[in-house]
């Protein structure tokens, strides 16, 4: 029988820990290392060899730095005779998957293959912006959903007076309507539109029935803010009673969290693959659910 252990990189130490207890395995000894000049090194402490390693790195901000550090652990892993599973809950570069504009980089393709290059035989991650980016990688990957886990939060810490679930946009509507079907709330999806240069958000400002009713803005990701602010802005106007923003992935990067704030956003609440303030929905138990399942 192969043994497993667990290795946490510095973006998601906790989580892993979480996980490898929630699985009942143990933690493998290594040591990642920063230098001041921002270059990085890995060292193993102990034998691999025909051990099958799940390295559990989220690549949220500073993306590149923990990027790297997950690829340069998995080939030392791999190198010495592991069988490498990345879990990655937050997939930088996964909304880079095609080409919006002409001449730009297909990021996440590029991601898949130095993942590739680097010993990776499986990714697991947390709800990956769109399903179509699974398609970029040649080995076997799974989006686990942390949509469960959010709704099971959201029923106790939530309090919702005749609630409607938005989706702030087409892309991610999917994901919210499940939210809603599970919490039982009524679902509206709104229409937006991004400039692919500036990156100038518009909601458009079309009627929408929540006068009076507890509104929850529910998206995969908050980076800047600028969607959920948006959207809030739009119920709020058209009477909302309370916003609250739900997301899997809290980056909340250039000051999201005024922004959210200012906009009139009563409670903001994300899960733990990104890990900050507002990780109030632990998703270990979904990502060791999924990582049960898996034979070598």
């Known amino acids: 029988m192969v043994e497993k252990l667990v290795l946490g990189g510095?973006?998601?130490?906790?989580?892993?820990?979480?996980?490898?207890?929630?699985?009942?395995?143990?933690?493998?000894?290594?040591?990642?290392?920063?230098?001041?000049?921002?270059?990085?090194?890995?060292?193993?402490?102990?034998?691999?060899?025909?051990?099958?390693?799940?390295?559990?790195?989220s690549t949220h901000p500073p993306v590149d730095q923990h990027l790297f550090q997950l690829l340069t652990a998995s080939h030392k892993l791999s190198e010495d005779g592991a069988r490498v599973t990345a879990v990655v809950p937050y997939l930088g570069y996964a909304r880079?998957?095609?080409?919006?504009?002409?001449g730009?980089?297909?990021t996440l393709g590029i991601i898949a293959h130095l993942m590739r290059s680097a010993g990776v035989r499986r990714l697991a991650t947390v709800d990956i912006h769109s399903?179509?980016?699974?398609?970029?990688?040649?080995?076997?990957?799974?989006s686990v959903s942390a949509i469960p886990s959010l709704v099971e939060y959201a029923r106790s810490h939530v309090r919702a007076?005749?609630?409607?679930?938005?989706a702030p946009d087409f892309g991610g509507s999917k994901r919210t309507e499940a939210f809603a079907q599970l919490y039982g709330?009524?679902?509206?999806?709104?229409?937006?539109?991004?400039?692919?240069?500036?990156?100038?958000?518009?909601?458009?400002?079309?009627?929408?029935?929540?006068?009076?009713?507890d509104v929850l803005i529910v998206d995969d990701i908050i980076s800047t803010g600028g969607t959920v602010k948006a959207a809030a802005e739009q119920a709020?106007?058209?009477?909302?009673?309370?916003?609250?923003?739900?997301?899997?992935?809290?980056?909340?990067?250039?000051?999201a969290e005024k922004k959210l704030k200012s906009a009139g956003i009563d409670q903001i609440i994300s899960t733990n693959t990104v890990p900050g303030e507002f990780s109030k929905v632990d998703v270990s138990e979904a990502i060791a659910a999924h990582l049960g399942t898996l034979d070598e």
Do not use: M
């Open 96 to 102: 880079q998957d095609k080409e919006f504009l002409p």
């Open 104 to 106: 730009e980089g297909v």
């Open 185 to 213: 709330a009524k679902f509206l999806q709104l229409s937006k539109t991004r400039d692919r240069s500036s990156g100038e958000v518009k909601v458009d400002d079309s009627k929408i029935d929540v006068k009076g009713k």
């Open 161 to 166: 007076n005749d609630p409607v679930v938005i």
């Open 131 to 142: 399903a179509e980016g699974l398609s970029l990688f040649s080995f076997p990957t799974y």
């Open 10 to 57: 510095p973006a998601s130490q906790d989580l892993a820990k979480a996980v490898a207890e929630k699985l009942g395995l143990g933690v493998l000894n290594a040591t990642f290392k920063a230098f001041p000049d921002g270059e990085s090194k890995f060292t193993l402490d102990e034998k691999v060899s025909g051990k099958s390693i799940f390295l559990i790195q």
């Open 236 to 255: 709020l106007r058209q009477g909302a009673k309370k916003v609250s923003a739900i997301c899997v992935h809290g980056l909340f990067v250039e000051g």
